[in-house]
């Protein structure tokens, strides 16, 4: 799949769009009142999909949101009827406590577009399933080190990391993996080292496979395992989406986002037909939200339009609240307990172990 097969992203025709909203179909038919008679059926046209080329092209959203909608869905006064998405919030039911551990559910935050919140997303959403009482483990494929800062690690104090376990068949997991603040959170740290091995893993026989071998002893000792994957579709990232089940999406309401999410579903599409085909994507999440603007709403709106179920309806809004978890190293379920993002976290939980029950 490219930018011109991208499902959802056709090219609007604002005068017939503005048509539509006088009482004209876009087939050409005018509608003279109710005594009009109905034309013809015929085959619907064929459509090129391709991404709208400017903001105007845009469709206007269908979702008129309130401030009252935009309220956390477990607001003392009742959930909300409609969500951020536009679409009714379902009632999520409460995790219920696992009765064994493992195996764990493998899944991959990825999108090769920087500064999305993949990192906070994958430290947020792994503390809230650890409330529910599953042992998580994060992993940092990040060669910035980002999400094992957000834990309280130093990246540049590492004496081991995921790369020594990548490239050192010695190296076994219990030497890296750490304990953190959070209970039931565990962490396979990372720091600059990582970037070698992308160099250093092209020689290697079946290096798609790497992280998957290095795994496999380890899952079934938790429930739950989240990758945080770098700004990229190299061969870290491949490696990540070979070894996973699944892949959540995390995606800013902006429209440079939502025009990446082309070439990422290439690679995945290419992925599960060539390294790994029971991976699926779990879901599209938004980040950076703010519901005030109507580009965010736009944008939003363009997304359930492309992808309907497959986005979730919690919806991840912008708040001053994150960069302070990352100063004092800890998740926001911790850190402000009370908070509505992280009652929005704790809402992707509860989403996220829907979707994937076995987690």
């Known amino acids: 799949m490219n930018e011109s097969t991208f499902p959802g992203t056709e090219q609007h025709d604002l005068e017939q769009y503005a048509g539509a909203q006088h009482g004209t179909e876009q087939h050409g038919t005018e509608l003279s009142g109710p005594a009009a ?18 903001y105007a092209a845009m469709p206007r959203p269908t979702a008129k949101l309130t401030a009252e909608d935009l309220a956390p869905v477990s607001d003392p006064s009742g959930p909300r009827k409609i969500g951020p998405t536009g679409r009714p919030m379902p009632d999520l039911p409460e995790p219920l406590p696992p009765t064994k551990t493992g195996p764990a559910q493998v899944i991959a935050m990825c999108n090769q577009k920087g500064g999305v919140g993949k990192t906070t997303t994958t430290i947020n959403l792994g503390a809230a399933i650890a409330e529910t009482g599953r042992k998580v483990l994060l992993i940092d494929f990040d060669p910035q080190g980002s999400a094992s800062i957000g834990l309280g690690v130093q990246p540049h104090d590492l004496e081991l990391s995921v790369y020594n376990l990548l490239m050192q068949r010695d190296i076994t997991p219990a030497e890296v993996i750490q304990p953190t ?26 290096r798609e496979y790497t992280l998957q071998r290095v795994l496999e002893p380890i899952i079934p000792n938790y429930d739950v395992i989240l990758i945080d994957c770098a700004p990229s579709l190299g061969l870290l990232t491949v490696n990540a989406l070979t070894a996973s089940n699944g892949i959540v999406v995390p995606l800013e309401c902006e429209f440079f986002a939502l025009r990446g999410l082309a070439m990422l579903t290439d690679t995945i599409g290419k992925v599960q037909d060539r390294l790994n085909p029971k991976l699926e994507i779990v879901g599209i999440l938004g980040t950076m939200f703010d519901g005030r603007t109507t580009h965010a709403r736009e944008v939003l709106d363009r997304v359930v339009q492309a992808f309907d179920e497959r986005v979730f309806h919690t919806v991840i809004r912008r708040t001053v609240k994150f960069p302070e978890t990352t100063v004092v190293g800890e998740p926001i379920t911790t850190y402000a307990p009370s908070s509505s993002a992280a009652t929005q976290y704790r809402d992707l939980a509860k989403e996220v172990l829907a979707r994937c029950p076995a987690g």
Do not use: F
Request: proline share 16%.
């Open 37 to 54: 008679t109905p034309a013809e059926p015929s085959a619907p046209p064929q459509r090129t999909l391709t991404p709208p080329e400017n």
């Open 181 to 206: 603040r959070v209970e039931n959170l565990d962490l396979l740290p990372a720091n600059i080292d990582l970037s070698a091995a992308e160099v250093q893993l092209v020689q290697e026989v079946a």
